[in-house]
């Protein structure tokens, strides 16, 4: 995972190559120095439902970190805090407070599970002060829009006016919503694009297998995963599939080009957000806006604020997974590794989802969030598929043969997805199950999803 800077804001944007540049210079031509990086979002829920406020909530948590080393950043001098380092690791802030944790660029599976275990450890103590209860879930299972207090951050502004505007569940994706990813190097441009065709194939199966937001305002909604069923309905011009991407041959310039197509939030002067919303990165480019022309830093924001299943960027984050209970949370980041880090797997899967068509994925996407591993693919429960991909992904970490301080190789980390899998459910199955008969809903949630 290469660690190179972004070019400065006055390097202009004058040819193509600018714009492919972003992608070709994030290749890391060694595949043993490929890394992974993690990321884990939590929603914070107080005793009688509702989210963690910012103010004299989330403001606690994040002094409590300083306190531990946690260095703090600000959007701006003298504004609010929008993040905290420590050393290649942060912690951000999602919209309605949501807390994430951005783990260091690792060389193996084992190393993002301990980070993140020494994560929660140090939140616990300030959680408890404060009465709050993170949980690992994809959707926050309690709070309605209107109790969620809004993180000061310019970039929010902009993109809670617009995305309201652009589908029905653009402000709860924002609020309500919670996720684990992983990003993935890339060896080479054939290898980038590749490894984002396959992602976008395996999308929902990978919403299916993680599918973990059985709940909405407190009561079960009928399915499985709503954090899944709000995807459908975001924004259509900077969300889904991207069909353009899906030929065999296709390229960085596919990428682009759609990217180019989509809309902006904004970019950024010095410390000042414009708010550019509506214009095309293409219009942009090739007429400026309000005076300013385009740049590689206003790119690489751009890019980072489009949200595909599999986005590209300087790495390939794999997007469709919910948030995950504690021993699940590992497994989303260790199913790509053993996927994408083996040759011999990569083919096989490959293989597997060749004939696979955008029109039949597409439908899939549709219905994953409501019956998860049930849903049927080619007359078929995807609980089959699903079998068959996440023994590809223990096969892989296997032959990768790194080994933690008990002598465990990495697919221990998918042992509870195994587990899972091979019953045919879900996250949310299992915690259907284990809530269903409770005589405080509410207090069984948090219990079973407290990290």
């Not at 944790?101 to 060389?107: V, Y």
């Not at 030929?247 to 410390?271: C, G, H, Q």
């Not at 790119?299 to 699940?328: C, G, Y």
């Amino acid at each position: 995972m290469t660690t190179a800077l972004a070019k400065p804001d006055q390097d202009l944007i004058s040819v193509r190559e600018d714009l492919r540049s972003l992608f070709r210079d994030a290749i890391q031509p060694d595949p043993a120095k490929a890394l992974i990086g993690p990321e884990a979002e939590k929603c914070g829920v107080l005793a009688d439902g509702r989210p963690l406020p910012f103010e004299g909530g989330v403001t606690r948590v994040l002094d409590a970190l300083e306190k531990l080393g946690w260095i703090a950043e600000l959007e701006k001098p003298g504004g609010p805090r929008i993040a905290l380092k420590k050393g290649a690791a942060s912690v951000t802030l999602e919209p309605g407070g949501q807390l994430e944790l951005s783990g260091a660029a690792a060389k193996d599976v084992h190393a993002v599970a301990n980070e993140q275990a020494l994560h929660l450890e140090e939140i616990r103590p300030i959680s408890e002060e404060i009465g709050v209860r993170f949980l690992g879930i994809g959707f926050h299972p309690f709070a309605s829009l209107d109790q969620f207090s809004h993180v000061p951050k310019a970039r929010y502004v902009v993109m809670r006016d617009y995305l309201k505007t652009r589908g029905a569940h653009g402000l709860d994706m924002m609020h309500r919503t919670c996720t684990v990813q992983g990003n993935y190097d890339f060896s080479s441009e054939e290898d980038a694009m590749r490894k984002v065709r396959l992602g976008m194939k395996l999308a929902p199966l990978c919403a299916a297998m993680f599918a973990n937001s059985p709940f909405y305002e407190g009561k079960p909604h009928g399915g499985v995963s709503f954090r899944a069923k709000v995807w459908l309905d975001v924004d259509p011009d900077r969300s889904g599939l991207i069909p353009s991407i899906w030929a065999d041959d296709s390229t960085f310039d596919d990428y682009i080009e759609w990217a180019l197509d989509v809309p902006m939030f904004l970019f950024k002067r010095n410390t000042e957000v414009i708010a550019n919303t509506g214009q095309t990165f293409r219009s942009f480019w090739k007429s400026g806006f309000a005076g300013h022309a385009a740049t590689q830093a206003d790119w690489m924001l751009h890019v980072n604020t489009v949200f595909p299943e599999v986005r590209l960027k300087r790495t390939i984050e794999i997007r469709s997974a919910d948030s995950q209970r504690k021993d699940l949370m590992p497994a989303v980041p260790a199913l790509y590794a053993g996927l994408y880090y083996d040759e011999r797997t990569l083919d096989e899967a490959e293989a597997l989802a060749r004939d696979w068509t955008y029109d039949e994925i597409a439908d899939l996407r549709t219905r994953v969030w409501r019956d998860g591993l049930r849903t049927e693919f080619r007359g078929k429960p995807l609980a089959k598929v699903a079998e068959r991909v996440v023994e590809l992904g223990v096969q892989g970490l296997r032959r990768r043969a790194v080994m933690n301080a008990n002598g465990d190789d990495e697919s221990v980390h998918l042992a509870p997805l195994v587990a899972l899998v091979s019953q045919g459910l879900t996250p949310a199955d299992d915690l259907l199950a284990k809530t269903k008969d409770a005589k405080d809903l509410r207090a069984a949630i948090v219990r079973e999803t407290a990290l």
